[in-house]
């Protein structure tokens, strides 16, 4: 029974891990913060009244939340660098992996988060002004988000996980998405799963998307994604005891002669 709370029982890994996760998200929503903070005092008082929401309202709330989003891109792309080493029992400094993470990738990745608020606006506010238009205007631009949604799903684990240019990264994201479909679908109701969560049990839910709300669906969707980034990952090529130890003793004999 005491094996059971060893450090190195199934168990003890487990709530580490979820302790890890839960760390990852405190730290995203710190930079989700004026994102979060800008969009409840625009468009909170409207959503709790339970009244129709404006094309104007959501149109300014939109516009100035391009620059409050900026710093919730490089947070994504660190949570997901973070989140598949431990998806894969790689050893690392949760807190310094993140920040590192994130000071690298910092002015790509925000401009990627622009770049997907722009487009991700643009189409809600088309399908607000088309709302009574022409239905099949109305399909395409439900087509045209749920295809753009499931190529967001990957962009900021390639910018976490490879180096590559702003198209190449999103260039890669829908082929990506597409090549792994399956996988794609069940990342995007993970995704969405606090969504749904917030919808139908109301506030009642905040405590637990406050500690998992972005890294828990993050973490299962690194689970997801980690054997198909393993096919574009350079292999490593494997070494023997026996090669190891005559590198080692080279190694050391170079050092000696130096």
Same mark, same amino acid.
């Given at each position: 029974?005491?094996?059971i709370?060893? *450090?190195?029982?199934?168990?003890m890994?487990?709530?580490?891990?979820?302790?890890?996760v839960?760390?990852?998200?405190?730290?995203?929503l710190i930079?989700?913060?004026?994102?979060l903070?800008?969009?409840?005092?625009? *468009? !909170?008082?409207?959503v709790?009244?339970?009244q129709?929401?404006?094309?104007?309202?959501?149109?300014?709330?939109?516009l $100035?939340g391009?620059?409050c989003?900026?710093?919730?891109?490089?947070?994504?792309?660190?949570?997901?660098f973070?989140?598949?080493?431990?998806?894969?029992?790689?050893?690392s400094?949760?807190?310094?992996?993140?920040?590192?993470?994130l000071?690298?990738?910092?002015l790509?990745?925000?401009? *990627?988060?622009?770049?997907?608020?722009?487009?991700g606006?643009?189409?809600?506010?088309?399908?607000?002004?088309m709302?009574? !238009?022409?239905?099949?205007y109305?399909?395409i631009?439900?087509?045209?988000?749920?295809?753009l949604?499931?190529?967001?799903?990957?962009? $900021?684990p390639?910018q976490?996980?490879?180096e590559n240019?702003?198209?190449g990264? *999103?260039?890669?994201?829908?082929l990506?998405?597409?090549?792994?479909?399956?996988?794609?679908?069940?990342?995007? =109701?993970v995704?969405?799963?606090?969504f749904f969560?917030?919808y139908?049990?109301?506030?009642?839910?905040m405590p637990?998307?406050?500690?998992?709300? =972005?890294?828990g669906?993050?973490?299962?969707?690194?689970?997801?994604y980690s054997?198909t980034?393993?096919?574009?990952?350079?292999?490593?090529?494997a070494?023997?005891?026996?090669?190891?130890?005559?590198?080692?003793?080279?190694?050391?004999d170079?050092?000696?002669t130096?």
């Amino acid at each position: 029974m005491g094996r059971i709370f060893d *450090l190195d029982s199934p168990l003890m890994r487990g709530l580490n891990k979820m302790a890890d996760v839960m760390w990852i998200n405190v730290l995203v929503l710190i930079f989700a913060l004026p994102l979060l903070v800008q969009q409840f005092f625009m *468009l !909170g008082p409207i959503v709790f009244e339970g009244q129709e929401l404006a094309v104007n309202y959501v149109f300014y709330a939109w516009l $100035f939340g391009i620059v409050c989003c900026i710093p919730l891109g490089p947070a994504l792309t660190a949570m997901h660098f973070v989140l598949l080493k431990i998806v894969r029992d790689e050893e690392s400094y949760i807190t310094k992996t993140f920040f590192k993470s994130l000071k690298e990738n910092f002015l790509q990745s925000a401009i *990627l988060m622009v770049i997907q608020f722009i487009a991700g606006g643009i189409l809600l506010l088309d399908f607000m002004l088309m709302k009574d !238009g022409n239905v099949i205007y109305r399909y395409i631009i439900t087509a045209a988000t749920i295809i753009l949604f499931m190529a967001s799903l990957y962009i $900021f684990p390639l910018q976490a996980k490879f180096e590559n240019s702003l198209p190449g990264t *999103l260039k890669n994201s829908f082929l990506v998405a597409v090549m792994a479909l399956p996988k794609t679908v069940v990342m995007a =109701i993970v995704t969405l799963l606090p969504f749904f969560l917030l919808y139908f049990l109301d506030l009642k839910v905040m405590p637990l998307l406050f500690l998992l709300g =972005i890294a828990g669906p993050g973490f299962l969707c690194a689970a997801l994604y980690s054997e198909t980034f393993k096919k574009f990952e350079p292999k490593e090529e494997a070494v023997s005891e026996e090669e190891e130890l005559e590198n080692a003793i080279k190694k050391i004999d170079d050092e000696n002669t130096q």
